[in-house]
C-alpha cells in the first residue's frame, strides 16, 4: 500500500502560477506510475498529468498542456505538478494518484490509491 498526501493548493489570480507537491509513504514510489487529477463541483474527475515510474514518459490533458508540467523524486517520494497561466477554468480539488502499471494512464478508474486533494482557485 502507498499513501498520498498533497499539498501547495491556494487562490491565486489568472495568469499566475502554483505548484502542487504529493509526498507518498509506504511501499517503494518507483513501483507505481503517479497520475494528477482534479475534479470541479458538479463535474466528473478529470486526468490532468500523467508520469511513468522513471520519468522516461509524460502526458497531459489537452487542456493544461504547455502550461502545466509533472515531475517526479523517487528519491523524496514526491511528485510535483507545476502549474503556469493558470485559467479560471482550472479552478478544482486536485487529487494525486498511483498505479502500479509502468505507464501513467489518463484512466481514474485505472489507479489503486489516492490522496485526500488539495484546492486550487483561481480568480478572474
Known amino acids: 500500500q502507498v499513501q498520498l498526501v498533497e499539498s501547495g493548493g491556494g487562490l491565486v489570480q489568472a495568469g499566475g502560477s502554483l505548484s502542487l507537491a504529493c509526498v507518498a509513504s509506504?511501499?517503494?514510489?518507483?513501483?507505481?506510475?503517479m497520475g494528477w487529477f482534479r475534479q470541479a463541483p458538479g463535474k466528473e474527475r478529470e486526468f490532468v498529468a500523467g508520469?511513468?515510474?522513471?520519468?522516461?514518459?509524460?502526458h497531459y490533458a489537452d487542456s493544461v498542456k504547455g502550461r502545466f508540467t509533472i515531475s517526479r523524486d523517487n528519491s523524496k517520494n514526491t511528485v510535483h505538478l507545476q502549474m503556469n497561466s493558470l485559467k479560471p477554468e482550472d479552478t478544482a480539488a486536485y487529487y494525486c494518484?498511483?498505479?502500479?502499471?509502468?505507464?501513467?494512464?489518463?484512466?481514474?478508474?485505472?489507479?489503486?490509491?489516492w490522496g485526500q486533494g488539495t484546492q486550487v482557485t483561481v480568480s478572474s
Open positions: 509506504g511501499r517503494t514510489f518507483s513501483s507505481y506510475a
Open positions: 494518484a498511483a498505479d502500479e502499471a509502468y505507464y501513467a494512464d489518463n484512466r481514474y478508474q485505472q489507479y489503486d490509491y
Open positions: 508520469i511513468s515510474r522513471r520519468s522516461r514518459s509524460t
